[in-house]
Nanobody, 124 residues
Framework: QVQLVESGGGLVQAGGSLRLSCAASGRTLNIYSMGWFRQAPGKEREFVATIGWSGGDIYYADSVKGRFTISRDNAKNTVYLQMNSLRPEDTAVYSC?????????????????WGQGTQVIVSS
């Protein structure tokens, strides 16, 4: 069993940056691939980024490619999402997820554990 807790969300102006963290407890993260997803008001949850258990196999949604960076520190049991050049359309609740698969991928059903999420609001 893995418990995931996100932090780092908040209110930021367009063009600004935030770094989200996802801290795991219960089991070490190095056996899981990890993903970030987001859900905007009135919309379905969507894939943002994923990283394999060893730090490779990194993929991004087209909408965030070149602006967001996913990384992980298995010694700290933490996964990060660095978000730069934020836009109002990035406003959403961001959740991290853990997958027992070597590559979690973009599908939500490939992930086994989910955090509660952290709110990101980007003002124009």
């Amino acid at each position: 069993q893995v418990q995931l807790v996100e932090s780092g969300g908040g209110l930021v102006q367009a063009g600004g940056s935030l770094r989200l963290s996802c801290a795991a407890s219960g089991r070490t993260l190095n056996i899981y691939s990890m993903g970030w997803f987001r859900q905007a008001p009135g919309k379905e949850r969507e894939f943002v980024a994923t990283i394999g258990w060893s730090g490779g196999d990194i993929y991004y949604a087209d909408s965030v490619k070149g602006r967001f960076t996913i990384s992980r520190d298995n010694a700290k049991n933490t996964v990060y999402l660095q978000m730069n050049s934020l836009r109002p359309e990035d406003t959403a609740v961001y959740s991290c997820a853990a997958s027992r698969l070597r590559v979690g991928g973009t599908g939500q059903n490939r992930y086994d554990y989910w955090g509660q999420g952290t709110q990101v609001i980007v003002s124009s």
